[in-house]
């Protein structure tokens, strides 16, 4: 009985990502990736509150970006808040698309964010472009939500795919690239721990019945520990 407590406690965390009893959030698993293809899918039920991970360098392997797999499903108040993150974040959100539907089409992007009007060194997209390019979320969906840090920049064969002209503006895809895919990163990124607030967001992939089913006998057999 304790081995089916431990194995079914392990799976809430896996598939939660995270403490099953916090609420939800996702913990990144491994190390999300850089591209579509290596991106980490959220996998739970309902709306999706945090995502917490870390960037690191190395001698021999950097982390200099994570990506992940979310679901938008309120464009009018959606939110990604690093604006309490440890080093000097920058967030991007992408479009899936293109003609083998796995391409990462930049779609809105920030460096540095306002709390309380004053810039703040975190990172925040909580609407539309304000930088005239009109880019905007428009309907709900699935999207490529990319953390970096500071000196990070995501680039397609043509350049770079964003162009920030004020450190604060929240940027459509008006870079010299802004027309490609994400094809590279390019520059040397600050790195450290980071939580990402979200509102208006749900998991990107709902668990299967099967799933669910374990999640509702492990919520049952640590209540009975528990008493």
């Known amino acids: 009985m304790r081995a089916m407590v431990r194995f079914c406690a392990g799976f809430v965390l896996c598939v939660a990502g995270g403490n099953a009893l916090a609420g939800p959030d996702w913990v990144e698993l491994g190390d999300a990736g850089s591209f579509p293809d290596g991106a980490q899918v959220t996998v739970g039920q309902g709306n999706l509150g945090t995502i917490s991970g870390t960037l690191s360098e190395g001698l ?65 997209i909580d609407g539309p472009a304000n930088d005239g390019s009109g880019a905007r979320i428009y309907k709900p969906g699935l999207y490529l939500l990319a953390i970096t840090g500071f000196g990070r920049v995501p680039m397609s064969y043509e350049g770079p795919i964003f162009r920030f002209d004020r450190p604060t503006e929240i940027s459509g895809p008006d870079g010299y690239g802004g027309d490609d895919p994400l094809s590279h990163w390019y520059g040397r990124g600050a790195v450290g721990g980071y939580r990402i607030e979200l509102e208006g967001v749900g998991f990107s992939q709902v668990p299967a019945p099967s799933a669910l089913a374990a999640l509702g006998l492990a919520g049952a057999l640590l209540a009975r520990r528990r008493r």
């Open 60 to 124: 021999s392997d950097s982390d200099y970006e994570d990506l992940y797999f979310i679901r938008v499903t309120n464009p009018k108040t959606f939110k990604f808040d690093l604006r309490h993150a440890a080093f000097d974040t920058q967030v991007f959100i992408f479009e899936i698309g293109g003609d083998s539907g796995e391409g990462a089409f930049g779609l809105l992007g920030n460096n540095d964010g306002l709390l309380h009007g004053s810039p703040v060194m975190g990172s925040l």
